[in-house]
C-alpha cells in the first residue's frame, strides 16, 4: 500500500478502500441516531428599545442543518468577495448527517488549495459509487460567527463535540472512519 493511500494525501479516492454498503449503512446510522438525540433549544429573543451588543454565540441554539445548501465545489467558482469569518458544516444531506465543522476568517477562500476534508469527501463519495448508493453533499456557512479567531475556535470546538463529527479529528475515536484511514470500529 503506498504512503499516498494510507495517509490519504491522493487528490483521487484511495483505490484499495472497500466497505460493504452494508457496513457504510451502519456505521451511518450509527450517527445519524447519535446527531438526532442532540437537542437543539430556540434562539433567545429579547426585545428591547435600546441598542445592544450582539448576544454571544451559542452552540446549543445553532442548528446546521437549517442553514442554506450549498454545492461542496463552492470554492472553484469566481467570486469577487472573499468571504466573511463564518462556520461551516459539511453535511450529507440524504439521512441527514453531519460529517465536519470547521470556521474559517475568510468564507469564500477557505477550501482553495489543501484541505484534509475534500479528501474525506472524496473517498466517501466513491465508497458510496461503490456500493451504489446516493450521498447529497453539501456545505453549510454560518456567517453570525464570531469575528475574533479564539472566540470562532471555541464555539467551533463546542460545535464539533455537541455534534461528534466523523471527520474532525477530535471525534476520530468515537466513529472511526475509513475516509480518513483510520477505519470503521
Request: hydrophobic share 35%.
Amino acid at each position: 500500500m503506498s504512503e499516498q493511500k494510507t495517509l490519504g494525501y491522493a487528490t483521487q479516492p484511495a483505490e484499495g478502500l472497500r466497505i460493504s454498503a452494508e457496513a457504510l449503512q451502519t456505521w451511518k446510522q450509527r450517527l445519524f441516531h447519535y446527531q438526532q438525540q442532540v437537542t437543539i433549544a430556540p434562539p433567545l429573543q429579547q426585545g428591547t428599545l435600546f441598542d445592544t451588543p450582539a448576544p454571544k454565540a451559542d452552540p446549543d441554539s445553532l442548528d446546521p442543518f437549517s442553514l442554506p445548501q450549498q454545492n461542496t465545489e463552492f470554492w472553484r467558482w469566481k467570486a469577487s468577495d472573499h468571504g466573511v469569518a463564518a462556520l461551516y458544516f459539511v453535511i450529507d444531506y440524504t439521512l441527514p448527517i453531519l460529517l465536519y465543522v470547521g470556521e474559517t476568517v475568510k468564507s469564500g477562500q477557505r477550501w482553495k488549495g489543501e484541505h484534509d476534508c475534500k479528501r474525506y469527501l472524496l473517498n466517501y463519495r466513491q465508497v458510496h459509487y461503490q456500493n451504489q448508493l446516493e450521498t447529497l453533499l453539501g456545505i453549510a456557512f454560518w456567517s453570525l460567527a464570531p469575528t475574533q479567531t479564539r472566540d470562532r475556535q471555541r464555539l467551533e470546538s463546542a460545535l464539533i463535540s455537541k455534534w461528534r463529527s466523523p471527520f474532525n479529528k477530535e471525534n476520530w475515536a468515537f466513529w472511526g472512519t475509513p475516509f480518513t484511514g483510520t477505519g470503521i470500529s
